[in-house]
């Protein structure tokens, strides 16, 4: 937890001025082969405001031939097509955006590069201090976690709710959670003020399906 912040552990509660919360996928590792098909299932389950591409160790090529078919799928459904880490890529593919780790580069250079109306994201971690600075740097979002353990990624960072709460009482630009949100434990950072889930494992790895794992978050994400 961030040392310059106040003691916000009591406040722990959604503002009832936000939008309701939102679904905001990130594709598996492997997106080859039939995950296409996986993909129209999840975004024709229910609403998912945005989709994350994000593979590794490929080049951009290979990445950008992969990522093809999805954006299209994508914008077929009206959902955000968001490159993770790679504004290089993202600008490529002409998508609706990127997401930016610590390390990926800066949102101001991201802006130049996208234009006005891309959306870009920043892993803040568990940090304020670091949301604070996105937002000042032209973040369209900001995204803690993570929050429960999480086989996606390896993660240092584990935040309480309650940071959640802080951010959307003080600011207006959305947060995304992430880190092992499931069904059964999502709920609460809903409740905290979450204003999207961002869900890998608990869709692509349910046991009947994307589509059911969609359907089965409906009921978490209702106010």
Not at 147 to 159: A, I, S, V, Y
Not at 180 to 196: E, K, Q
Request: aromatic content about 8%.
């Amino acid at each position: 937890m961030d040392e310059l912040a106040p003691d916000f552990a009591e406040q722990f509660e959604r503002d009832p001025r936000r939008p309701p919360c939102q679904l905001y996928l990130i594709s598996p590792l492997e997106v080859a082969g039939n995950f296409p098909d996986a993909l129209r299932a999840a975004l024709d389950a229910g609403p998912v405001a945005a989709f994350q591409f994000r593979v590794k160790g490929v080049d951009q090529h290979e990445a950008a031939r992969l990522a093809a078919p999805l954006r299209e799928i994508c914008a077929a459904r009206e959902v955000a097509f968001i490159v993770n880490d790679d504004m290089g890529l993202a600008k490529r593919l002409g998508a609706d955006g990127v997401h930016l780790g610590q390390g990926d580069g800066d949102p101001e250079v991201a802006r130049r590069l996208l234009g006005p109306n891309a959306q870009i994201g920043v892993t803040c971690h568990d940090s304020r201090h670091l949301a604070m600075e996105a937002g000042e740097a032209g973040a369209d979002y900001v995204a803690f976690g993570a929050f429960f353990p999480t086989l996606t990624k390896e993660t240092h960072h584990r935040p309480d709710p309650s940071i959640l709460s802080w951010w959307t009482t003080l600011f207006e630009i959305p947060c995304v959670a992430i880190g092992g949100i499931t069904p059964d434990n999502g709920r609460m950072l809903v409740d905290a003020g979450a204003d999207f889930l961002a869900v890998c494992g608990a869709i692509w790895s349910h046991a009947e399906g994307p589509a059911a794992a969609v359907r089965a978050f409906q009921d978490v994400l209702k106010p």
